[in-house]
């Protein structure tokens, strides 16, 4: 079983950029795909990025347009989601999350199997 920790989460200013982590424990980091997702205040929980355990493979929301970027660094069991351009709806709980196998689609809540507390993200315009 694999522990997920997010950090990186603060209050920004409207355009600015912020880097999130999420550091992996207890299981083998090369064997997840691994995604983010964002809850905003009265919202449902939605996708926003994965990276595939394979290919590296990177897939993203529509709303993301170039925005953001996710990568993952294997040996340090950590993956990242470097948010730009950040306006007031990317106002959100992010949450990063593992999967192990593909019994569901990339972009669905259902689809993953370990989460993190989630790291708020304030962007002040």
């Known amino acids: 079983q694999v522990q997920l920790a997010e950090s990186g989460g603060g209050l920004v200013q409207a355009g600015d950029s912020r880097r999130l982590s999420c550091a992996a424990s207890?299981?083998?980091?090369?064997?997840?795909?691994m995604g983010w997702f964002r809850q905003a205040p009265g919202k449902e929980r939605e996708f926003v990025a994965a990276i595939g355990r394979t290919d590296g493979r990177t897939y993203y929301a529509d709303f993301v347009q170039g925005r953001f970027g996710i990568s993952r660094d294997i040996p340090k069991n950590t993956v990242y989601l470097q948010l730009s351009n950040l306006n007031s709806e990317d106002t959100a709980v992010y949450y990063c999350a593992a999967r192990a196998s593909s019994r569901s689609s990339l972009n669905a809540v259902a689809g993953y199997d370990y989460w993190g507390q989630g790291t708020q993200v304030t962007v002040s315009s």
């Open positions: 207890g299981g083998t980091f090369s064997r997840y795909t």
